[in-house]
């Protein structure tokens, strides 16, 4: 698997469930019986842990390197997606948690690319995953609706499996 198809699978996971959670989030917390405050307060624990994690997961991706920490992320990304997925509320809070410490190598991508690419290329490829991000941040929504409420939540699930698969897969192959 080419480092840019790891990368273009790691951005796509994640945004392609932001794509699809995050608008409904207070919504859905609300509809649950959770007050305003409560809803600001786990919506805001999973950036957090995102400001308060970045450093460690830089520093241990120095130590142990930037693809295995990319999987663990994607891994963690996809435990949380399923968390947030599954509907209950006590599994909701602890996607958010597994969520906010996936979001934690949000910049390790860029340290992947940068030893696989020329310096000067750079900023055409940051952008091309961007274009990415952004296209699977419409496609996620878009397929859930197309999807209805009764298959969204197995989708959504299948989403996290394959991103835990993906990071599991990412580990394999680096620690080999």
Not at 30 to 49: D, F, N, T
Not at 80 to 108: E, Q, T
Request: positive net charge; contains cysteine; charged residues 10%.
């Amino acid at each position: 698997m080419s480092v840019s198809f790891r990368l273009a699978l790691f951005y796509g996971a994640y945004f392609f469930f932001v794509g699809i959670q995050l608008p409904f989030w207070p919504v859905w917390l609300a509809s649950r019986g959770v007050g305003p405050g409560e809803i600001g307060l786990i919506l805001a624990s999973s950036l957090w842990l995102k400001v308060c994690t970045n450093p460690l997961a830089g520093w241990l991706a120095d130590r142990v390197g930037r693809v295995p920490m990319l999987g663990v992320v994607l891994g963690l990304l996809g435990l949380g997606v399923g968390g947030i997925g599954v509907g209950s509320l006590p599994y909701f809070v602890a996607g958010c948690a597994l969520l906010g410490l996936g979001m934690a190598g949000w910049m390790l991508p860029l340290g992947v690319i940068r030893e696989h690419i020329e310096p000067r290329t750079l900023a055409w490829r940051t952008g091309l995953y961007r274009v990415g991000v952004d296209a699977t941040a419409f496609l996620g929504p878009l397929i859930c609706g197309v999807l209805g409420e009764t298959r969204t939540p197995a989708f959504i699930g299948l989403v996290g499996l394959a991103a835990v698969a993906v990071g599991a897969h990412l580990l394999w192959r680096e620690t080999r």
